[in-house]
């Protein structure tokens, strides 16, 4: 009897932690949705400088709303499991420090060599792929996202000190 309490009110826990979370997130994305309106949201073939960060908030703002509502009205029965179970805690640790490396390195190696090189080594060290999936997944996303921010987009990235891109 005593452990069906406990499990009910840790699920009443979990259910609240996650609605005042959801509310968080819709209150951030609010106020980023109110503050980007006023930087003036332009069009779609003219966008202002609050136009990314609003439809970014709003974005955020539907999926905390929904995640709110489906707690509410259909809390989860079983626990669910955590999405670290198996992920080694000083990957976040490589991840974050990589990333600050990574925007260290980019003014003066450039785009394309620099994301080559975060790439394998988040295929390498992080997921411990084979060198031909590690190769072909970093040619790819580099090559997808250059193409998407200078040729569509018209964004210059940095060229780095050997102009390379």
């Given at each position: 009897?005593?452990?069906r309490e406990k499990s009910a009110s840790d ?129 790819a996303i580099v090559a997808v996202s250059y193409l998407f921010f200078v040729v ?14």
């Amino acid at each position: 009897m005593e452990r069906r309490e406990k499990s009910a009110s840790d699920k009443h826990r979990r259910n609240l932690t996650e609605q005042i979370a959801s509310l968080v997130w819709l209150g951030i994305a609010t106020g980023v949705c109110v503050g980007s309106i006023k930087l003036h949201l332009g069009t779609f073939s003219e966008p202002g400088p609050g136009f990314l960060p609003f439809w970014a908030s709003l974005f955020l703002g539907i999926l905390a709303l929904i995640q709110f509502t489906r707690i509410t009205f259909h809390p989860s029965e079983e626990p669910e499991e955590s999405p670290w179970t198996g992920v080694d805690p000083k990957q976040p640790f490589f991840i974050v420090v990589s990333l600050f490396i990574y925007a260290f390195l980019l003014p003066l190696l450039g785009y394309i060599l620099t994301t080559s090189l975060l790439m394998l080594f988040f295929f390498t060290f992080l997921k411990k792929m084979t060198w031909w999936i590690v190769i072909s997944y970093t040619a790819a996303i580099v090559a997808v996202s250059y193409l998407f921010f200078v040729v569509w987009l018209m964004v210059q990235l940095p060229k780095g000190i050997w102009r390379i891109g």
